[in-house]
């Protein structure tokens, strides 16, 4: 499975964006596709999940009422609808999809994920 990443950029607080992330390859037993970010210093940490098999979705709280996840079965494709963007916002944003069923708990963990994408760079000026 290969996952391409898009969409990132320059963008002013306040603003939005959207992020795609492109799967191709071996990828129909996918179980949920994930965002990630990691900002200059920090760890990747987790931002968003979509579960392929009934469309359940999770956000990190930073993000919560602000980002939208949502995936597209049929060009297997998930997208990350940014709004009201904060300069903390800013990192490298990766998409990883993990293959295993993995329980509930476990979905915001790095481990959990099988493939990443390459990482798009977000930048939030203030």
């Known amino acids: 499975v290969q996952l391409q990443a898009s969409g990132g950029g320059l963008v002013q607080a306040g603003g939005s964006l959207r992020l795609s992330c492109a799967a191709s390859?071996?990828?129909?037993?996918?179980?949920?596709t994930g965002w990630f970010r990691q900002a200059p210093g920090k760890e990747r940490e987790f931002v968003s999940v979509v579960r392929w098999s009934g469309g359940n979705t999770y956000y990190a709280d930073s993000v919560k009422g602000r980002f939208t996840i949502s995936g597209d079965n049929a060009k297997d494709t998930v997208y990350l609808q940014m709004s009201s963007l904060k300069p903390e916002d800013t990192a490298v944003y990766y998409c990883?999809?993990?293959?295993?069923?993995?329980?509930?708990?476990?979905?915001?963990?790095?481990?959990?994920?099988?493939?990443w994408g390459q990482g798009t760079l977000v930048t939030v000026s203030s």
């Open positions: 990883a999809t993990a293959n295993r069923r993995t329980v509930l708990s476990a979905i915001r963990s790095l481990s959990s994920y099988d493939y």
């Open positions: 390859g071996r990828t129909g037993s996918k179980y949920a």
